[in-house]
């Protein structure tokens, strides 16, 4: 047991703060969220991580990562919490759809996808959910038909980040419908220029739009774009859903470390003296150390096992819970003015954070599926359906 | 950045499971915790024997050399098997005193030797020859009735400094107080002018103290960790086996989710008690705020385990026979020490946004 960086971790991270001091477009210091001005910075910021090596850091060498153990991941994504600065857009096709094609994809779908997902020149997004199936994933709809050489797709996705911008889907969708739910589903690399892809962006609780419905009418889908086997898309989907939560609680914490030492700065200002507001930005402060610590044994278990534990869940609970009371507390330090919502102040700052976080205990994942998730496959409880 | 144990230290745990499961079943806890001392004397050559009493004491005085990670470990079983010998009292309390002195560490190590903290600001001590004679009471003391000496905090003519006083008889006064855990019994100790040794005079004696508070804190962080693990291991197996309209109780969401509550407070517990804990190790300068929020944040966490635990075992959970309360009781001892959670986070308002 070592919580101080090796030598090596050490110098990497110097390194990249380094870097990130002189890289991150001004245009993308103290990120929000990819919409707006930001969204247009994207992908050029995202080329400029690819070109200096911070994409892919857990890739295997031989699909163009940097081959290093996942504690280096870690630390990019706290110096890039604590530069303030936006991860890669490409997050999905980096986290997600790279890991899934590597472990099921063909010799010529990993030549193909791999290497640009690395360089951002494909972003990628995510269709699972459907209007009908947002927790009960195997119940999703859209239909996938192999008519001939192709399939065509239709039906519907929703909650799709990245969708607006994305060269790229990975979709789930039923091959059988009159099987059962799980042996039905087939799971399909999606161009999103081909014809008959629409994408609506939903704008959200804060008036931004970072999130979109896709439509799918008659979409051509080559039968080559097909990821595992026709029927076999649960288990790949299953792939895709284990790699959501790996190290994302360290992206996570490191928000929540930003979070909480604007906090500490806004008490400070605002209410150093009131007894009640020092108690529960301490109870924060202790939440924060909390989760931070949690992610350093999960961190040590996914290195030990190259499969992530179930503190990825509980990281994701506490984070999304700690961070909808944080930002409360914040709006009740600052008490009227708070209602002000335009401008570059704290309270137009904390109004947009605190109703933002309100989707932090639906989104990847809701609150009670983590329990769930918790309740039976940690702790072994009976299904509770 | 490794938050690991070694395969070592995962030994030293499994063997320190098996030990304690097969020692104190559930079934024993009832007979243990009403019988007159209180506690199974006989262990304690056990615990010994087992390395457990001199693991963090250095080797030239017949200890293992370790470090407070390996006895953080034994903490949170001794917790979890809610053991009521006075370890928590010797490692804990009681060793930065007792490593001024290098004969008593080795009495420590080889199980001889027990002792506890008797601690406030009303004991005087006054020189006597090449000894001390202590004076004034002190309350709540941990293990008072189980232990062979007291590590007392008394004002001498300098300030406040570190003393020895060994039982001899009936001398201190000891009077074991009806508390509510009655698994670590409390009691007040008198002294009227008893001998005692001097440890540490004033000038050293306020590090010594501070170092005592930060292993104490992590120290039942850690007890509280077990005491919580095991309240949701009992809320989970009951949940599992206990069947009503027709299916077992943890199908219901309104009680898996709390079990899956307990579950992630305890682990995030655990996790604010290992850092403490690796911090005391290595005199990390953050050791002293780890080990505030860690006893803070498990304290709570043990008594909301046990809350949890006993509404999930409903009118079984709430019986004298039932062992749940006696963990439950273990954990509002554990609330209560020290300070109260309010009292430790305003402690650490004070770090974050000053006075």
């Keep these: 047991m070592d919580l ?15 870097w990130l001091e002189a890289n991150v477009p001004s245009g993308l210091r103290g990120f929000r969220g990819w919409s707006g001005p930001a969204l247009e910075l994207g992908r050029d910021w995202s080329k400029r991580l690819a070109r200096a090596g911070y994409a892919g850091l857990t890739w295997p060498k031989e699909y163009g990562g940097a081959g290093q153990p996942w504690r280096y991941q870690a630390v990019y994504l706290e110096e890039l ?42 972003i990628w997004c995510q269709g699972f959910s459907e209007p009908g199936s947002g927790s009960d994933l195997a119940s999703v709809r859209t239909r996938v038909e192999l008519i001939g050489d192709r399939f065509v797709v239709n039906g519907q996705k929703v909650w799709s980040s990245y969708a607006h911008v994305a060269d790229r889907c990975i979709l789930l969708g039923r091959s059988a419908t009159a099987s059962e739910k799980h042996e039905g589903l087939t799971y399909l690399i999606v161009d999103m220029k081909s014809p008959g892809v629409e994408v609506r962006p939903l704008r959200q ?31 790949v989907a299953m792939t895709t859903l284990s790699h959501e939560r790996g190290t994302f ?58 499969v992530p534990g179930p503190e990825g869940s509980v990281a994701k609970l506490r984070w999304s819970e700690a961070n909808q009371r944080l930002t409360k507390l914040a709006i009740e330090i600052i008490g009227r003015e708070a209602q002000v919502a335009d401008g570059d102040g704290a309270p137009a700052y904390w109004r947009h954070q605190q109703l933002r976080s309100r989707g932090n205990t639906i989104e990847a994942g809701t609150s009670e599926i983590l329990r769930n998730i918790i309740a039976e496959r940690v702790l072994g409880l009976p299904r509770s359906r | ?19 304690l499961e097969k020692r104190y079943p559930l079934a024993r806890l009832a007979e243990i915790a009403t019988s007159e001392d209180g506690w199974d004397r006989a262990s304690w050559p056990e615990l010994a024997r087992l390395g457990w009493t001199g693991a963090s004491i250095p080797e030239a005085q017949g200890g293992a050399g370790l470090s407070f990670v390996e006895e953080a470990i034994v903490f949170e079983e001794l917790g979890r098997a809610l053991y009521s010998g006075p370890y928590f009292s010797t490692i804990a309390l009681g ?69 020895l006083a060994e039982r001899h008889g009936t001398r201190p006064q000891i009077c074991v107080l009806d508390t509510v855990d009655a698994s670590r019994r409390l009691g007040r100790v008198t002294f009227a002018d008893d001998d005692a040794r001097l440890l540490a005079a004033p000038a050293a004696a306020a590090e010594i103290i501070a ?124 609330e209560s020490f020290d300070r109260s959670g309010a009292a430790h986070r305003a402690e650490i308002a004070q770090t974050l946004l000053g006075d």
């Design chain 1, 205 to 235: 609780i804060t008036g931004e739009a970072e999130f979109n419905e896709i439509f799918f009418t008659d979409v051509a889908v080559p039968k080559e774009n097909l990821l595992g086997e026709i029927g076999g898309g649960w288990r």
């Design chain 2, 211 to 334: 170092a005592t508070r930060r292993r104490a804190l992590a120290a039942i962080a850690l007890e509280a960790v077990g005491v919580a693990s095991r309240a949701l291991a009992l809320g989970v197996e009951h949940a599992k086996s206990r069947e009503q309209f027709g299916r077992p109780i943890g199908a219901y969401q309104a009680v898996s989710h709390k079990l899956a509550d307990t579950y992630v407070e305890t682990e995030l517990a655990r996790s604010l008690a290992y850092w403490a804990a690796w911090c005391i190790a290595e005199d990390d300068g953050q050791a002293e705020l780890a080990a505030v929020a860690a006893k803070a944040y498990a304290a709570e966490a043990a008594v909301a385990a046990c809350e949890r635990a006993i509404q999930v075992h409903g009118g079984m959970g709430f019986t004298w026979d039932h062992p749940l309360h006696r963990y439950y009781k273990r954990a509002l001892w554990i």
């Design chain 2, 1 to 19: 950045m490794d938050f690991s144990f070694s395969p070592e230290q995962d030994q030293l745990r499994a063997q320190a499971r098996s030990f």
């Design chain 2, 95 to 163: 060793l930065p005193a007792l490593a001024r002195a290098p004969d008593l560490l080795a009495k420590v190590a080889s199980g001889a030797f027990t002792a506890t903290l008797a601690s406030g600001t009303a004991v005087q001590a006054r020189e006597a020859g090449d000894r001390w004679r202590l004076r004034g009471e002190t309350d709540l003391v941990a293990d008072a009735g189980s232990v062979d000496a007291f590590v007392v905090q008394a004002r001498g003519p300098d300030g406040i400094g570190l003393y």
């Design chain 1, 249 to 306: 609680g360290f992206a996570l914490a490191g928000a929540l470390d930003v979070a909480v030492r604007k906090l500490v700065a806004l008490a400070r200002e605002r209410a150093a003296t009131d007894a009640l507001v020092r108690d529960r930005v301490a109870r924060e402060w202790i939440d924060l150390q909390a989760l931070r610590y949690t992610n350093y044994r999960a961190l040590a278990r996914l290195e030990r096992t190259g």
């Design chain 1, 4 to 18: 101080r960086d090796g030598p090596e971790e050490a110098a990497f991270r110097a390194t990249l703060r380094t």
């Design chain 1, 81 to 122: 919490a604590r530069a303030e600065a936006p991860q890669h857009l490409g997050v999905i096709g980096l986290g997600m759809a790279g890991p899934t094609i590597i472990a099921h994809g063909r010799p010529d779908q990993k030549t193909r996808y791999l290497a640009k997902i690395l360089s951002a020149e494909d």
